[in-house]
């Protein structure tokens, strides 16, 4: 099989992980607000716990990564349905709607993220000593689980850190949309 062939294959493999993760995620997103009324910030902890998990406990490698690809699914819904809320929000505070800015924003700052993020792994595979299609060393090999496991992990928890400070609780989401509500209709 050719080069071509075989990336084409893998991009295959890598859509059908994704889209049963945004599945899976989507379910128990609704399955965990609505039966157990856990928060998005309850649902993004147990994703970070599932991370915590991965990185100590190899052989249980695949539950973990169920339960990350699960909670990856999770994030990418709430964080959807924060973003509706949001331009809400600016609607309630600033008087105007700018969901088109709003949304394209939050598609750039994800573009950026990506990029930044395959920087940071590009750079470390280089600073850990990796050489493609050879015996990696101990050190390589423990660069290499600090670059899955550990920097995502700090990341993680700056993220978390983010999210703990967002106000849109549910007593403020009514009181907003009952007053936008109320403004449309007048």
Do not use: H
Not at 102 to 116: C, H, L, P, R, Y
Not at 134 to 157: C, E, F
Not at 168 to 182: F, G, I, N, P, S
């Amino acid at each position: 099989m050719n080069k071509k062939n075989s990336k084409f294959f893998y991009a295959i493999g890598a859509m059908g992980k994704d889209l049963y993760s945004a599945f899976m995620g989507s379910f128990l997103t609704i399955y965990l607000t609505d039966v157990f009324g856990l928060s998005g910030i309850a649902m993004g902890t147990l994703f970070l716990v599932a991370r915590i998990w991965d990185a100590v406990n190899d052989p249980l490698m695949f539950l973990g990564m169920v339960i990350m690809f699960a909670g990856i699914g999770i994030i990418l819904v709430t964080s959807t349905a924060q973003m509706a809320d949001t331009v809400d929000y600016s609607e309630w505070t600033l008087g105007k709607r700018s969901e088109g800015v709003i949304f394209s924003m939050n598609s750039f700052a994800i573009k950026f993220g990506q990029a930044v993020g395959g920087g940071i792994i590009g750079y470390g595979l280089t600073a850990i000593g990796y050489e493609a299609n050879q015996p990696q060393t101990a050190r390589t090999l423990m660069g290499i689980r600090i670059l899955i496991a550990v920097i995502p992990l700090l990341l993680a928890l700056v993220s978390l850190g983010v999210y703990w400070r967002y106000e849109l609780d549910t007593k403020t989401l009514k009181q907003m949309e009952a007053e936008l509500r109320q403004k449309r209709d007048s």
